[in-house]
């Protein structure tokens, strides 16, 4: 069980237990409050509890053994100190829930507001729909190219869990092992055309796309700008060409560092992805510039070119 609090844009979270109402009577205590802010901060014996709190040691272990039997505390280990034995008690959990009524199934979260509708497609009920597709990491297609962008799946699969009911088992293929009635679903597509091949089929439909016979640079019909660095990154959402009652989410680059753009400005920037195209609002496509705030050679930051 965990509590949930919103923050902004993030999602918090605490592991809980659920305690019955007779065993909260532990928690209209003072002295037994301050015991487990102390044991929350981590495991501690009697006399180191009683020093801090600067109160009889009979006192502690009178609260230590209520709170035990209910259920609050557990005992850790043991510990000789100063010729005596010492017992280690922690926090059974940082947070306590006390329920009145029956669980719920909760249908869907939105903790950003209508930025949320974005992802509809995608998550439906609460539930991912959709296969993510990556690029092999395994040499492949005619360029004998090898995918280094699926670990950016990861961070990405982390952001979409904010948005789900419950912890998915993902879907994630390969796209050398993608089947064709695989295609006709949701698909999240990370990775540009050279390394993931289901990315380059799906390429010329877009609205801003990469061009083969332009090295692969970025050429936007939007704008009719043509991005060429290595840092850049595109986002897109459309219709999926295989299945025009279903979305493809694109997130690619012209290397792998144009794709950690991409997975960045997602996380770090949703609101803006969420907007659409600064010269077509109806249209979500987001071409964003990879930066190294740090200078350590690794891009960590974003700045949108539209």
Known sequence: MFVVDKKKNEVL???????????????SS????????????????TI????????????????IRQLEKAGLVRFVKSEGIKGATAKYYALEKPAFVVRFGDFEVTNKIT?????????????KDGQLDAFFIVGSPDPH???????????????????????????PSFTVKLDTEVKGKDLRHNLILIGGPVTNKIVEQ??????????????????????????????????????NPFNPEKSILLLAGRRYSGTRAAIIAFLKNFKEIAKGNIHDKNVYAKVVEGTDLDSDGIVDNVEFRE
Do not use: C
């Open 48 to 63: 180191e509890i009683a020093k801090r709190l600067k109160v009889n040691e009979q006192k502690i272990y009178y609260h």
């Open 202 to 239: 799906v390429n010329p439909r877009l609205p801003i796309r990469f061009e083969k016979t332009d090295a692969w640079n970025i050429h936007s019909s939007l704008s009719g700008n043509i991005y060429t660095t290595d840092e850049t990154g595109l986002i897109v959402k459309a219709k």
């Open 111 to 123: 903790h950003m507001g209508n930025e949320s509708t974005f992802l509809e497609p995608f998550i």
């Open 141 to 167: 297609g005619p360029d004998k190219a090898r995918s280094r962008d699926g670990y950016y799946a990861v961070d990405f699969a982390l952001f979409l869990g904010t948005f789900l009911n419950y912890v």
């Open 13 to 27: 979270s605490l592991p809980a237990k659920e305690i019955l109402p007779g065993d909260a009577k532990h928690l």
């Open 30 to 45: 003072g002295l037994a409050v301050k015991i487990l802010r102390i044991l929350s901060e981590e495991p501690a014996y």
